[in-house]
């Protein structure tokens, strides 16, 4: 079975940083072709936030560029979301996610909430 874990969320205040972390297990990271961080905030759609496509391109939403960076450990099999300068509108549930050859897999989410 695949199973993503999120962890690292947290409150945070505006300009503080965290760091997001991924544990995938049952599929190895480095066969995947795409993988990704999403977050889903309160009366918004839920919208891709840093992905990784074939292995070696970046793509991120505009709101988060020169802030997020999105990284991964093949031996670890984990899958990072550096967050700097955070903003109130970073508040989000944030959802690890892989794309498999049938299904796409995602984590349980964790929240990350910025406020003073």
């Known amino acids: 079975q695949v199973q993503l874990v999120e962890s690292g969320g947290g409150l945070v205040q505006p300009g503080g940083s965290l760091r997001l972390s991924c544990e995938v297990s049952g599929r190895s990271i480095f066969q995947i072709n795409h993988m990704g961080w999403y977050r889903q905030a309160p009366g918004k759609q839920r919208e891709m936030v840093a992905s990784i496509i074939s292995g070696v391109r970046e793509t991120y939403a505009d709101s988060v560029k020169g802030r997020f960076t999105i990284s991964k450990d093949n031996v670890k099999n984990q899958l990072f979301l550096q967050m700097n300068s955070l903003k109130p509108e970073d508040t989000a549930v944030y959802f690890c996610?892989?794309?498999?050859?049938?299904?796409?897999?995602w984590g349980q989410g964790t929240q990350v909430t910025v406020f003073s």
């Open positions: 996610m892989i794309r498999g050859i049938v299904d796409d897999y």
